[in-house]
T-cell receptor, first 110, second 114 residues
Framework: DAKTTQPTSMDCAEGRAANLPCNHS???????VYWYRQIHSQGPQYIIH???NNETNEMASLIITEDRKSSTLILPHATLRDTAVYYC???????????FGTGTRLTIIP | DVKVTQSSRYLVKRTGEKVFLECVQD?????MFWYRQDPGLGLRLIYF???????EKGDIPEGYSVSREKKERFSLILESASTNQTSMYLC?????????????FGSGTQLSVL
Protein backbone atom coordinates (compact mmCIF):
# COMPACT_ATOMS: atom_id res chain seq x y z
CA ASP A 1 0.00 0.00 0.00
CA ALA A 2 1.11 3.56 -0.58
CA LYS A 3 2.67 5.05 2.53
CA THR A 4 0.51 7.49 4.47
CA THR A 5 1.55 9.94 7.14
CA GLN A 6 -0.83 11.19 9.82
CA PRO A 7 -0.32 13.17 13.01
CA THR A 8 -0.18 10.98 16.07
CA SER A 9 -2.85 12.87 17.97
CA MET A 10 -5.21 15.84 17.76
CA ASP A 11 -7.73 17.58 19.96
CA CYS A 12 -10.92 19.32 18.86
CA ALA A 13 -13.58 21.19 20.81
CA GLU A 14 -17.05 19.67 20.86
CA GLY A 15 -19.29 21.24 18.23
CA ARG A 16 -16.40 22.45 16.09
CA ALA A 17 -15.22 20.96 12.82
CA ALA A 18 -12.48 18.36 13.19
CA ASN A 19 -10.01 18.39 10.30
CA LEU A 20 -7.75 15.35 10.10
CA PRO A 21 -4.89 15.55 7.58
CA CYS A 22 -3.18 12.73 5.74
CA ASN A 23 -0.19 12.81 3.40
CA HIS A 24 0.10 10.19 0.66
CA SER A 25 2.65 11.63 -1.72
CA UNK A 26 3.39 8.30 -3.47
CA UNK A 27 -0.23 7.63 -4.43
CA UNK A 28 -0.83 6.35 -7.96
CA UNK A 29 -3.48 7.64 -10.34
CA UNK A 30 -5.91 4.77 -9.81
CA UNK A 31 -5.55 4.36 -6.05
CA UNK A 32 -8.31 5.40 -3.70
CA VAL A 33 -7.99 7.06 -0.32
CA TYR A 34 -9.93 5.31 2.45
CA TRP A 35 -10.72 6.47 5.96
CA TYR A 36 -11.67 4.28 8.88
CA ARG A 37 -12.05 4.99 12.56
CA GLN A 38 -11.82 2.83 15.65
CA ILE A 39 -13.67 3.71 18.79
CA HIS A 40 -12.20 2.25 21.95
CA SER A 41 -12.82 -1.50 22.37
CA GLN A 42 -14.53 -1.83 18.99
CA GLY A 43 -13.45 -2.96 15.55
CA PRO A 44 -12.60 -0.31 12.94
CA GLN A 45 -15.51 1.26 11.07
CA TYR A 46 -15.49 2.45 7.47
CA ILE A 47 -16.10 6.18 7.09
CA ILE A 48 -15.57 7.28 3.51
CA HIS A 49 -13.37 6.88 0.46
CA UNK A 50 -12.53 8.87 -2.66
CA UNK A 51 -10.39 8.94 -5.80
CA UNK A 52 -10.02 12.57 -6.89
CA ASN A 53 -13.25 14.39 -6.29
CA ASN A 54 -14.37 15.58 -2.90
CA GLU A 55 -16.82 13.24 -1.23
CA THR A 56 -19.45 13.67 1.46
CA ASN A 57 -21.68 11.24 3.29
CA GLU A 58 -23.67 11.22 6.51
CA MET A 59 -20.53 10.74 8.59
CA ALA A 60 -17.91 13.03 7.08
CA SER A 61 -16.45 14.89 4.13
CA LEU A 62 -13.26 13.99 2.32
CA ILE A 63 -11.23 16.68 0.60
CA ILE A 64 -8.48 15.47 -1.75
CA THR A 65 -5.97 17.96 -3.11
CA GLU A 66 -5.71 18.41 -6.85
CA ASP A 67 -2.32 16.66 -7.01
CA ARG A 68 -3.79 13.89 -4.80
CA LYS A 69 -0.77 13.90 -2.53
CA SER A 70 -2.78 14.73 0.56
CA SER A 71 -6.31 14.66 1.88
CA THR A 72 -8.34 15.91 4.81
CA LEU A 73 -11.17 14.17 6.60
CA ILE A 74 -13.67 16.63 8.00
CA LEU A 75 -16.13 15.88 10.78
CA PRO A 76 -18.33 19.01 10.52
CA HIS A 77 -19.72 19.14 14.06
CA ALA A 78 -17.65 16.93 16.30
CA THR A 79 -19.31 15.20 19.25
CA LEU A 80 -17.80 13.31 22.16
CA ARG A 81 -18.68 10.07 20.38
CA ASP A 82 -16.25 11.01 17.60
CA THR A 83 -13.33 10.42 19.97
CA ALA A 84 -11.47 7.59 18.23
CA VAL A 85 -8.38 6.62 16.27
CA TYR A 86 -8.71 7.62 12.60
CA TYR A 87 -6.88 5.69 9.90
CA CYS A 88 -6.05 6.97 6.42
CA UNK A 89 -5.29 4.13 4.01
CA UNK A 90 -4.25 4.01 0.37
CA UNK A 91 -4.33 0.38 -0.79
CA UNK A 92 -2.42 -0.68 -3.89
CA UNK A 93 -4.75 -0.96 -6.87
CA UNK A 94 -6.05 -4.50 -7.09
CA UNK A 95 -4.84 -5.26 -3.59
CA UNK A 96 -7.79 -6.24 -1.49
CA UNK A 97 -5.96 -6.38 1.80
CA UNK A 98 -5.61 -3.15 3.71
CA UNK A 99 -2.61 -2.10 5.74
CA PHE A 100 -3.54 -0.03 8.78
CA GLY A 101 -0.92 2.22 10.31
CA THR A 102 -1.19 3.68 13.78
CA GLY A 103 -3.58 6.49 12.72
CA THR A 104 -4.47 9.74 14.46
CA ARG A 105 -5.94 9.65 17.94
CA LEU A 106 -8.66 12.33 17.91
CA THR A 107 -9.94 13.53 21.26
CA ILE A 108 -13.06 15.68 21.38
CA ILE A 109 -12.93 18.08 24.29
CA PRO A 110 -16.22 19.02 26.03
CA ASP B 1 -27.77 -4.62 8.99
CA VAL B 2 -24.48 -6.18 8.00
CA LYS B 3 -22.75 -8.22 10.63
CA VAL B 4 -19.40 -9.83 11.38
CA THR B 5 -19.59 -11.93 14.52
CA GLN B 6 -16.63 -13.17 16.52
CA SER B 7 -17.42 -16.06 18.81
CA SER B 8 -15.82 -14.72 21.98
CA ARG B 9 -15.24 -11.23 23.32
CA TYR B 10 -12.69 -12.37 25.90
CA LEU B 11 -10.67 -15.57 26.01
CA VAL B 12 -8.06 -16.83 28.45
CA LYS B 13 -5.87 -19.76 27.47
CA ARG B 14 -2.73 -21.43 28.75
CA THR B 15 0.62 -21.65 26.99
CA GLY B 16 0.73 -24.62 24.65
CA GLU B 17 -3.03 -24.91 24.19
CA LYS B 18 -4.57 -25.08 20.73
CA VAL B 19 -6.87 -22.10 20.30
CA PHE B 20 -9.65 -21.56 17.80
CA LEU B 21 -11.02 -18.10 17.06
CA GLU B 22 -14.18 -18.16 15.02
CA CYS B 23 -15.61 -15.50 12.76
CA VAL B 24 -18.90 -15.55 10.86
CA GLN B 25 -20.26 -12.98 8.40
CA ASP B 26 -23.78 -12.77 7.03
CA UNK B 27 -23.11 -10.57 3.99
CA UNK B 28 -22.08 -13.25 1.49
CA UNK B 29 -18.65 -11.63 1.24
CA UNK B 30 -15.91 -13.40 -0.65
CA UNK B 31 -13.00 -11.89 1.27
CA MET B 32 -12.27 -12.46 4.93
CA PHE B 33 -9.34 -11.28 7.04
CA TRP B 34 -7.74 -11.81 10.42
CA TYR B 35 -5.81 -8.96 12.04
CA ARG B 36 -4.21 -8.59 15.42
CA GLN B 37 -3.88 -5.29 17.21
CA ASP B 38 -1.28 -4.41 19.80
CA PRO B 39 -0.62 -1.07 21.53
CA GLY B 40 1.66 1.14 19.46
CA LEU B 41 1.71 -1.27 16.50
CA GLY B 42 -1.69 -0.69 14.94
CA LEU B 43 -3.48 -3.48 13.11
CA ARG B 44 -1.35 -6.15 11.49
CA LEU B 45 -2.68 -8.63 8.96
CA ILE B 46 -2.21 -12.29 9.87
CA TYR B 47 -4.06 -14.18 7.12
CA PHE B 48 -6.75 -13.55 4.57
CA UNK B 49 -8.94 -15.56 2.24
CA UNK B 50 -10.46 -14.71 -1.13
CA UNK B 51 -12.71 -17.73 -1.34
CA UNK B 52 -13.66 -20.99 0.27
CA UNK B 53 -10.65 -23.21 0.93
CA UNK B 54 -8.30 -20.43 -0.22
CA UNK B 55 -5.89 -18.67 2.09
CA GLU B 56 -3.05 -16.21 1.79
CA LYS B 57 -0.41 -15.20 4.31
CA GLY B 58 -0.52 -11.68 5.59
CA ASP B 59 2.32 -9.79 7.22
CA ILE B 60 2.66 -11.86 10.40
CA PRO B 61 1.45 -15.45 9.77
CA GLU B 62 4.01 -17.23 11.95
CA GLY B 63 2.39 -19.26 14.71
CA TYR B 64 -1.05 -19.13 13.10
CA SER B 65 -3.09 -21.08 10.60
CA VAL B 66 -6.58 -20.56 9.19
CA SER B 67 -9.49 -22.55 7.87
CA ARG B 68 -12.24 -21.51 5.45
CA GLU B 69 -14.50 -24.50 4.81
CA LYS B 70 -17.61 -22.38 4.24
CA LYS B 71 -17.95 -18.95 2.68
CA GLU B 72 -19.39 -17.35 5.78
CA ARG B 73 -16.89 -18.70 8.30
CA PHE B 74 -13.19 -17.99 8.73
CA SER B 75 -11.32 -19.56 11.64
CA LEU B 76 -7.98 -18.53 13.07
CA ILE B 77 -6.00 -21.29 14.76
CA LEU B 78 -3.16 -20.94 17.22
CA GLU B 79 -1.56 -24.37 17.08
CA SER B 80 0.34 -23.92 20.36
CA ALA B 81 -0.49 -20.67 22.07
CA SER B 82 2.35 -18.59 23.43
CA THR B 83 2.36 -15.52 25.67
CA ASN B 84 3.44 -13.28 22.78
CA GLN B 85 0.14 -14.09 21.10
CA THR B 86 -1.75 -12.24 23.79
CA SER B 87 -3.53 -9.60 21.73
CA MET B 88 -6.79 -8.24 20.37
CA TYR B 89 -7.83 -10.25 17.31
CA LEU B 90 -10.08 -8.67 14.73
CA CYS B 91 -11.91 -10.38 11.91
CA UNK B 92 -13.14 -8.51 8.83
CA UNK B 93 -14.89 -9.23 5.56
CA UNK B 94 -15.38 -7.46 2.24
CA UNK B 95 -16.87 -7.95 -1.19
CA UNK B 96 -14.53 -9.09 -3.94
CA UNK B 97 -13.55 -6.38 -6.39
CA UNK B 98 -10.43 -4.46 -7.20
CA UNK B 99 -11.70 -1.14 -5.93
CA UNK B 100 -13.89 -2.23 -3.07
CA UNK B 101 -11.75 -2.14 0.02
CA UNK B 102 -14.68 -1.41 2.31
CA UNK B 103 -14.06 -3.74 5.20
CA UNK B 104 -16.60 -4.67 7.84
CA PHE B 105 -15.07 -5.61 11.18
CA GLY B 106 -16.21 -7.68 14.10
CA SER B 107 -15.98 -6.39 17.67
CA GLY B 108 -12.79 -8.29 18.37
CA THR B 109 -11.60 -11.06 20.66
CA GLN B 110 -9.23 -10.11 23.46
CA LEU B 111 -7.05 -13.18 23.93
CA SER B 112 -4.84 -13.60 26.98
CA VAL B 113 -2.32 -16.45 26.99
CA LEU B 114 -0.99 -17.23 30.45
Amino acid sequence: DAKTTQPTSMDCAEGRAANLPCNHSTISGNEYVYWYRQIHSQGPQYIIHGLKNNETNEMASLIITEDRKSSTLILPHATLRDTAVYYCIVPNFGNEKLTFGTGTRLTIIP
Amino acid sequence: DVKVTQSSRYLVKRTGEKVFLECVQDMDHENMFWYRQDPGLGLRLIYFSYDVKMKEKGDIPEGYSVSREKKERFSLILESASTNQTSMYLCASSLAGTTNEKLFFGSGTQLSVL
